[in-house]
T-cell receptor, first 112, second 118 residues
């Protein structure tokens, strides 16, 4: 399967702490995206990183991409209870057209 | 913009019945995707359309599943006959033109249709 795999599957932290989630994939990609899904809702796009980029920031989010290791990480700094959600990486594989394949997700719980 | 609109939000039906899920993409978006989400298999891409034309339906599980996009503002996913293993949340997502540099499609998802087949 070309599906990405997130690690850890579940993460529980205290408000104010940083949360790091990792994503590994199997084949060459054009770009990688991260999405968030709140319980009972659709996915929401967070950030996109192109294959020729190594790091990208958006507010409290920092994404890194290591194409040699076929992995990406999402860091959420100074987490808040509202960050509680599932986080998915999504990859567009080289030659895959418009296909966006989602990973297995990390369930993040931020406790007060 | 109201976003991607899906209906129904919830559907409970009995095995063997026909199920039709509907999606209205964001106006101006030219790609539309149908995904299915279950605990066991996560998010699976079923089919996607570009400019109303089906491009890749390799994720459609069986002939019982069919999808259409008769115009730019409407798509349906039909299951006939439905089976209990079809129980899942079905998401529709749309995307504007691909990023010219990375080729990326950034998807906007609907709220999903939760299907329960008894």
């Amino acid at each position: 399967s070309q599906q990405g795999e997130e690690d850890p599957q579940a993460l529980s932290i205290q408000e104010g702490e940083n949360a790091t989630m990792n994503c590994s994939y199997k084949t060459s990609i054009n770009n990688l995206q991260w999405y968030r899904q709140n319980s009972g809702r659709g996915l929401v796009h967070l950030i996109l990183i192109r294959s020729n980029e190594r790091e990208k920031h958006s507010g409290r989010l920092r994404v890194t991409l290591d194409t040699s290791k076929k992995s990406s990480s999402l860091l959420i700094t100074a987490s808040r209870a509202a960050d509680t959600a599932s986080y998915f990486c999504a990859t567009a594989f080289t030659g895959g057209g418009n296909k966006l394949t989602f990973g297995t997700g990390t369930q993040l719980k931020v406790e007060l | 913009d109201a976003g991607v609109i899906q209906s129904p939000r919830h559907e409970v039906t009995e095995m063997g019945q026909e199920v039709t899920l509907r999606c209205k993409p964001i106006s101006g978006h030219n790609s539309l995707f149908w995904y299915r989400q279950t605990m066991m298999r996560g998010l699976e891409l079923l089919i996607y359309f570009n400019n109303n034309v089906p491009i890749d339906d390799s994720g459609m599980p069986e002939d019982r599943f069919s999808a259409k996009m008769p115009n730019a503002s409407f798509s349906t996913l039909k299951i006939q006959p439905s089976e209990p293993r079809d129980s899942a949340v079905y998401f529709c997502a749309s995307s504007p033109h691909r990023d010219p540099i990375s080729g990326a499609n950034v998807l906007t998802f609907g709220a999903g249709s939760r299907l329960t087949v008894l």
